[in-house]
């Protein structure tokens, strides 16, 4: 596993040869797209020397044929609010605007916009495409860059002062390249309830770059379930800027991607914020899922709860970096991470790190990972009253899972079934003894 079955030079070949297949720039991001192309043929991608990289093998990123010319030139029509029903999760709920993201089409097209929601003109896209990707540090990121050079289309939305919008955001990709862009501009006491649902149905790369920023007292609660496919690829950011009193509740469950790098990366920018994190990434067979998550605090009294949690089967392998900062000027902060993970398979790998940097001396902050299987004295206890073994290890699984998909929305927990996140995928699981980390607590001063 690792970077080690990918050179430098084969990654770079591979961007240049999707460089050249581009179409040429159009659309309203058709600036961005060259300013993208110039930085990311410039640009070293990712190796196994940078520690952030060192665990994500690109394998099969490198040995994707991509054909961008027809992917971004075939989209389909938005669906405004849905009425058909079709697909497995029916229409969109009551009074919920479902929109379809595609990278090639217009998703406004033909979409009239609920009270309280409305387009970003072009002026204001200068003044805030890209702004928060700075703010939170990874505008200069090899996926974003991707992303630029790629994307021609943007959804690019803002939500009225004190106004309650309900958004779904659908994209199903087949073989083939899917760059999708989404801005978001919340007002001051505004609330968003975002689901946003990403599949793959063959071979392929989806990169998602999402910014928000979210203005005093607003609230924004976003589902994200990314259910892939073993020959797709999914590298997402999600950049979010917290102004004070504001929420911020972010659910991503992912599974089934050959290779997920997902990058959480939030910033409060003068403290007195809320940030609640919740993450479940399952994988089995040859499987890679990823997530890199920052959290900047810019001033006193902010807050954040983050759970991360995995479950790796078969050969998969499961990554988390959690990075937390707390300068001088974020005193009275409290912040809580932990890790949480469930190996299925002596042939699966977890790697996690949680790590806290406190400069202020006057904090509450804590963080731990556990890592461990499932327990033979539990199962002992569910067979003991009659339940059969398969059910009692997949009751374990169920109930080791529910605690972050309970806390998806409603329209993201129906895209959600468990049966499909622990499909077998023909891998090994069986139980085992516990190996688990302490948890670690840091009260007063932090280092």
Not at 11 to 27: C, E, H, I, N, V
Not at 77 to 95: M, Q, V
Not at 247 to 276: C, F, N
Request: with cysteine; net charge negative; glycine share 10%.
């Amino acid at each position: 596993m690792g970077m080690s079955t990918v050179s430098a030079k084969s990654l770079a070949s591979w961007t240049s040869d999707l460089l050249a297949r581009l179409p040429a720039p159009s659309g309203p991001l058709a600036a961005v797209q060259g300013r993208g192309r110039g930085a990311l043929a410039a640009l070293q991608g990712p190796s196994r020397r940078q520690e952030a990289w060192r665990f994500t093998d690109l394998a099969l990123l490198v040995g994707l044929n991509l054909n961008p010319s027809a992917a971004l030139s075939s989209g389909s029509a938005a669906d405004g609010f849905a009425t058909d029903g079709a697909g497995t999760d029916g229409a969109a709920l009551p009074d919920t605007l479902r929109l379809k993201l595609d990278g090639g089409s217009d998703p406004l097209a033909g979409v009239v916009l609920p009270a309280g929601v409305s387009p970003l003109s072009e002026s204001e896209l200068v003044l805030a495409l890209g702004h928060t990707l700075a703010a939170t540090g990874c505008e200069q990121h090899w996926p974003v860059e991707l992303n630029h050079a790629s994307a021609s289309q943007l959804l690019a939305l803002r939500i009225a002062s004190r106004s309650q919008v309900s958004l779904e955001l659908v994209s199903d990709a087949a073989a083939e390249l899917r760059p999708l862009r989404v801005l978001l501009i919340l007002e001051e006491k505004a609330h968003l309830q975002l689901c946003q649902r990403l599949t793959a149905t063959g071979a392929g790369l989806t990169s998602l770059v999402l910014e928000a920023h979210l203005g005093r007292g607003s609230r924004l609660e976003h589902g994200l379930v990314a259910l892939g496919h073993p020959g797709a690829a999914l590298l997402a950011h999600l950049a979010l800027e917290q102004e004070p009193e504001s929420h911020v509740s972010l659910v991503a469950v992912s599974a089934g991607w050959g290779v997920s790098r997902l990058e959480p990366r939030i910033v409060q920018v003068d403290g007195s914020a809320t940030t609640t994190l919740r993450g479940l990434q399952v994988v089995a067979g040859d499987q890679i899922a990823d997530t890199h998550s920052h959290m900047a605090f810019g001033g006193p009294e902010g807050q954040l709860d983050q759970l991360h949690k995995a479950v790796a089967d078969g050969r998969g392998r499961s990554v988390f970096n959690g990075a937390v900062r707390v300068p001088r000027a974020a005193q009275r902060t409290n912040a809580a991470q932990l890790s949480r993970s469930l190996l299925l398979s002596d042939r699966a790998r977890i790697d996690t790190k949680p790590e806290l940097e406190i400069v202020a001396d006057d904090v509450r902050c804590a963080h731990g990972a556990t890592v461990s299987c499932l327990q033979l004295d539990e199962l002992f206890y569910l067979q003991s009253r009659g339940i059969a073994a398969d059910q009692a290890s997949a009751l374990l699984k169920r109930a080791f899972c529910e605690e972050v998909l309970r806390e998806l929305p409603a329209a993201a927990r129906r895209w959600c079934p468990f049966e499909s996140l622990l499909a077998a995928h023909g891998a090994d699981a069986g139980p085992a003894t516990a190996v688990e980390s302490g948890r670690d607590d840091l009260e007063g001063e932090g280092a």
